[in-house]
């Protein structure tokens, strides 16, 4: 099924309201701390214990950054004291230690994602120490049908690291390029030259990498429909497996960077919905499919053949074609799904430190999920990663009949239907072309916690 979204200017500027990207179900503002250490480990248990336990993910956090972009809202630590991360790297030894004597040493690691801040900020020697520290707590899968990634700074790497990384084991890259203009450029603080970010996909190219992903940001500082087309123009030349388009979500009042971009370089909110357009169109017209929710991908990539046969699944990284894992979040502010369990660990390292010195676990906060999330879930992950709901599965699956269960979510899309967003068969909710933009606003109506105060911690939809 043909899930290209056809862009319709007065329906996107009319659902363009806060709203979660469903990377969970219940989203992050449900985790609470009365979740603790002891569910956590139950909740392992759980997994293992199962008839046939789940393969295991693996995300770890590297906070640290040599210099600060405006425009970011990741928990960062800008800092050149490259003694910082000697110090984090021997407490995260020790989180790998703690975790991995959780889970049983049969279970696979299957996936495993390094993000930031910036992991290319550790050397090429601290990162071969903290694989061979995985390695020695987990069972990893030294096959290359694994799916080991890692986020690239440009600017932080030479060639011949990208070579160490793929012989490190790692098969998955993903570069921040945001945009190649350079007036966006020194509005946001980060400088970087299209020859970099060549030079490196043509050497994670030769180095074989199974596949190679970059990002862009739309509605920076200083972006014009013309100046962003020249962007996408060089990065269809470059021709990644998959490019992730961003929309920029400015807030100043929650970001404190972004208090550094100048509010007269902001973009007005219809040149947003130009450069999306713009996006989609140059992106599709180049032969890239539209996977969903800022992501595309060529026609050969995994995403899009997963989605093509209806295994596409979605996680805190996105869309991937692993995401049916125990997944065990590392380092500070990670996350982790664990069975029937969100938890998240504290985001401050000198909290960080202290629990591991201690010997506790650093889980903050989290969630055990209901019966009746589990089926929201579900729900919600097939409508956002196959386009439709059939009401048969669901009902096999969890005993209901669909349209009695979900009668008030069904009625919430009654104007959703009047738009043509979506359809309602007898057999399925249905996304329709024009609705693919605003998945987001449809899956809300199967969200059992959305308060109007809730509503105010979410990006926009579009």
Do not use: W
């Amino acid at each position: 099924m043909d899930q290209t979204p056809s862009f319709n200017r007065a329906l996107v500027e009319k659902y363009d309201r806060p709203g979660p990207r469903y990377t969970s179900y219940p989203t992050a503002p449900q985790f609470h701390q009365a979740f603790a250490m002891d569910d956590y480990r139950s909740a392992a248990q759980e997994t293992n214990e199962a008839p046939t336990p789940k393969p295991l993910s693996v995300y770890i956090h590297i906070p640290f950054c040599k210099s600060l972009c405006y425009y970011c809202a990741c928990n960062k630590i800008i800092t050149h004291k490259t003694d910082r991360a000697v110090e984090y790297l021997d407490y995260l030894k020790r989180e790998i230690k703690m975790q991995a004597a959780l889970f049983d040493r049969s279970r696979k690691l299957t996936q495993l994602h390094l993000g930031g801040g910036t992991p290319t900020y550790l050397t090429s020697e601290q990162l071969a120490d903290l694989m061979a520290t995985l390695r020695n707590a987990f069972n990893m899968d030294d096959s290359d049908d694994h799916e080991f990634s890692l986020e690239v700074d440009p600017r932080t790497v030479t060639p011949a690291q990208i070579y160490q990384l793929r012989e490190l084991g790692f098969n998955r890259l993903s570069f921040g390029v945001q945009d190649f203009d350079e007036q966006v450029q020194i509005a946001v603080n980060r400088i970087q030259t299209e020859e970099q970010t060549r030079e490196l996909v043509q050497a994670a190219r030769d180095a074989r990498f199974k596949s190679i992903s970059v990002d862009l940001i739309y509605g920076l500082p200083l972006q014009t429909v013309d100046s962003f087309g020249v962007t996408l123009d060089k990065i269809i030349d470059i021709r990644p497996d998959r490019i992730a388009a961003y929309s920029y979500a400015h807030l100043p009042d929650l970001v404190r960077a972004q208090k550094l971009i100048r509010p007269e370089d902001m973009p007005p909110p219809e040149r947003k919905l130009e450069l999306l357009e713009l996006t989609i169109r140059r992106l599709t017209d180049a032969g890239y499919v539209y996977i969903g929710m800022d992501h595309f991908s060529l026609p050969e990539d995994e995403l899009t053949l997963a989605r093509a046969n209806g295994t596409l699944q979605r996680n805190f990284q996105g869309y991937s074609t692993h995401a049916d894992c125990d997944l065990i979040g590392l380092g500070i502010s990670s996350i982790g799904k664990i069975g029937n369990s969100y938890s998240q660990n504290v985001k401050e390292l000198s909290q960080y430190y202290a629990r591991l010195n201690e010997g506790m676990l650093p889980v903050h906060r989290g969630y055990k999920l209901s019966e009746d999330d589990r089926l929201r879930r579900e729900v919600i992950i097939s409508l956002m990663c196959h386009g439709r709901i059939d009401f048969a599965e669901i009902e096999q699956r969890y005993g209901i009949d669909f349209r009695e269960y979900f009668a008030d979510s069904l009625a919430k899309l009654d104007e959703h239907v009047a738009d043509g967003l979506v359809e309602i068969t007898e057999r399925a909710v249905v996304l329709l072309p024009q609705g693919h933009l605003m998945m987001r606003n449809v899956a809300m109506a199967f969200d059992a916690y959305l308060g109007g105060e809730q509503r105010g911690r979410f990006s926009r939809t579009v």
